[in-house]
């Protein structure tokens, strides 16, 4: 898929969950019988599923600014504390927090890792390839139960996609997916069939490219409300300045105290800094700078070390952009 046709499957999945072709990042719902409960933001995720992952990637950010109205409700939240539902004041904050760009930023890298990245793999394994054919698996990642599907589809199809083709195999997975909404125990789930009645439209109209114009329960998209945004940065950029040639050297994806960090040599060496270590710690320019001993992912052998301590200890200025993520040291 190219990033245009996966925003516009995100639309489409956005337009099922918030009514917004961008996703309401705000949006706070309770359904009476929602198995999930709380429900919140951009594309929706439950307080049984990973409302709690969400706003704890949020609050671990520096720049949050309702982190700190959120931070009481975590330990409940991680409970998966149904009173939650009627929380009214929690409701309000979160609602808030929507418009807080950091947490929009989160949102959209929650939701690619939680739930498009696997819907595509899931889609690859089961050889679905045409952008109308993941968009309905991104659909089922988010709204559940992609796995009992797929197998009743390979029963009523005849087989895999291997075997009936791709388009043939949706073609059944939509109306088998109708069919288990409509008739399910669960009665919520009865006025959800909207989705499916959308995805068999495209079919119908033959639009496997998810070609613009298109319509998603009574919403028109169209190609304007449509931009390919630039990828998520999850972690922080650091150019260098006056070190002769204009340079960049990424930091490494981790944060400890919301805080960028870096290899201390590489770092520490593009400066034109003198490195050593000793039995007292790492010394850059004859100062001792500190070493940050836990990560949040396996880092080998490699000496880390907060970006700034290199580097002032190297002699240099450091600013900081938090909008961009960008990490500027000057000579």
Known sequence: MTPKQKAIAQAIVNVFETGEIEGDYGNVTVIPGDSGHLTYGRSQTTLTSFLYELLSDYCDEAAAQFAGEIKPYLSRVKAQDIKLDNEKAFHRILRKAGDDPVMQRTQDI???????????????????????GCAVVYDSQVHGSWDRMRQRTNSRAGGSTAVVGEKTWITVYVATRRSWLANHANSVLHATVYRMDTFNKLITDKNWELTLPLKAHDVTIKASDISVPDAPKTGWSVELEGYGEPTAWPSVEVFADGRAISPIRDLAMRLGAEVVWTPEGTEVNGEIVPVVLEVKKAVGTTQYSYVREIAEAAGATVAADLTSRTITVKK
């Open 110 to 132: 929650f939701f690619d890792r939680r739930y498009w990245a696997p819907a595509m793999e899931r889609a690859r394994l089961a050889g679905i390839t045409t952008p109308l």
